[in-house]
């Protein structure tokens, strides 16, 4: 019998599975099971009920010996109607009220007591202070208070309401608590990776506590991103966010990341946050949340991490919530300063070069962790960019090579502007081109450009000088744009 934890810890690897096998299918009608149970587990646990109590339900004991289609699988889990609505719960008000318009993100927090420290005001501070003014305006804040100590709640309410007044007046920050009756079963659970009752019994808890928490916030913005309670936030991380997602603009994404520990700083949709609350409370005692907020991405189809740096939040917490035990887990790529994210504006990349691989062109000008890779350039050899729209250029920065392969760097290299562009739309290049400047030591970078050049950009190309036996990593290409010539 095939078990539940089982079944959704081997769907991602099914599926990538199946798309090399398909000449095998006979043989994997066994290894579909898993996924066939997940997706009837899917459909019958929310036809009656909002979410899962621990014992109400039985797992599926039905076999199936048919095969089902992993990309039918993806795409029924992804229009379930019975994920779509809001858990039926009462949320009581404990400071701020119904925001009266929607925002652009909600920031999201939900905390407890702790044996040792308290961060939650930091934190909140943190949020605000590092805000501009025009940044609140398009902010909410949505702290869950989900202890069960009446005491508790009540004193941090006061000293919340003392500290930042004029943010719940304005409307800019909601405290909420869920009563205990709403919380499912949370004594006698699996003891999933042999952990102790304690661990499961507070892990559990913390799952359906981000469950109630994105149940609140689906409604109240475009855009949401989930935090700690112990996290110090980046200069105008906002501003940072609201580029990113303008950069991500008709790709397809779940979760983008803006800090690679546990579940710091992961941006969502916010109209795919009843899915993620109805996932959590429906694996609630099977695994720590951000194991399962992997999962949820993959099950949504997407398959790769995109993360983004530098981080834009920090874990400052020395004292864990669980049992107070030392946590010192910090984001060594978190910068606390202005988050200075390029422009990138659109355009169209080529090269020469022999890629290697699926390390095309255009990964070099991605604003995530991921770059081209060419085989040993000669002399001559080009890497070019076209942009859709002529430009003005303040900054630019190239990085080439990377940690793990550091001789893989462009050794003799410039870096050219062009103008007076030819061809037709798919193949456009420029005629003339002036040369900014040379590579050292595998990187450039060059400011104030809009005072070198006094035509408007319509081509940008690094240009490889002299032959090398290495090959070629071109990590990043970052532009900054000022003023476009028709403002």
Not at 127 to 145: D, G, N, R, T
Not at 309 to 316: A, E, G, R
Not at 448 to 475: A, G
Request: charged share 25%.
């Amino acid at each position: 019998q095939v078990t539940l934890l089982y079944a959704f810890l081997h769907t991602r690897h099914n599926l990538k599975y199946f798309d090399k096998m398909r000449c095998l299918r006979k043989r994997s009608a066994v290894s579909f099971l898993g996924v066939l149970v997940i997706c009837l587990l899917f459909m019958n646990l929310y036809i009656e009920d909002g979410y899962v109590l621990e014992g109400d339900k039985q797992l599926i004991r039905e076999t199936a010996t048919h095969q089902l289609n992993p990309e039918r699988y993806v795409h029924t889990f992804k229009d379930l109607s019975n994920f779509s609505g809001s858990i039926n719960i009462s949320y009581r008000y404990l400071a701020g009220t119904p925001l009266p318009r929607k925002r652009y993100l909600t920031i999201g927090l939900s905390s407890v007591k702790r044996k040792k420290g308290n961060y939650l005001l930091e934190t909140i501070k943190s949020i605000f202070e590092q805000s501009s003014y025009e940044e609140l305006k398009e902010i909410a804040v949505v702290v869950q208070l989900a202890d069960f100590d009446s005491a508790w709640c009540e004193g941090m309410v006061q000293d919340i309401s003392q500290k930042f007044a004029h943010h719940i007046i304005a409307g800019r920050l909601i405290v909420i608590h869920v009563p205990e009756e709403y919380y499912p079963v949370l004594d006698g659970l699996k003891r999933n990776y042999n952990d102790p009752e304690d661990r499961v019994k507070f892990r559990s808890k913390q799952n359906v506590d981000y469950a109630f928490l994105l149940n609140f916030c689906a409604n109240l913005s475009d855009y949401y991103v989930m935090l700690e309670d112990d996290v110090r936030c980046s200069k105008n991380f906002l501003t940072a966010v609201k580029k990113v997602i303008t950069s991500r603009e008709g790709s397809y994404w779940v979760t983008l990341e803006f800090s690679k520990l546990g579940y710091i700083g992961k941006l969502y949709h916010s109209h795919d946050l009843p899915r993620l609350a109805h996932f959590l409370l429906m694996f609630y005692q099977e695994m720590p949340c951000d194991w399962l907020l992997i999962h949820f991405r993959g099950l949504l189809a997407q398959k790769e991490v995109i993360r983004f740096k530098p981080s834009l939040f920090q874990h400052m917490g020395y004292y864990s919530s669980y049992k107070g035990a030392e946590n010192k887990l910090k984001d060594d790529d978190f910068e606390e300063e202005s988050f200075d994210i390029p422009d990138n504006p659109p355009a169209n990349l080529h090269t020469n070069m022999n890629v290697f691989e699926n390390y095309e062109a255009s990964k070099a000008y991605s604003s995530i962790d991921e770059y081209f890779w060419g085989k040993a350039p000669s002399t001559g050899d080009f890497y070019g960019i076209v942009f859709e729209k002529p430009i003005k250029i303040s900054k630019i920065k190239v990085v080439t090579g990377t940690e793990d392969r550091q001789n893989d760097i462009l050794h003799h290299g410039a870096l050219e502007v062009g103008e007076k562009i030819v061809g037709s739309k798919k193949g456009r290049q420029c005629t003339t081109f002036l040369r900014l400047g040379e590579f050292k030591n595998g990187n450039f970078e060059i400011t104030n450009v809009e005072h070198k050049v006094l035509f408007d950009i319509n081509c940008m190309r690094i240009l490889v000088t002299k032959s090398q036996k290495e090959w070629l990593i071109i990590r990043s290409i970052s532009i900054w744009t000022s003023q476009t010539p028709n403002q």
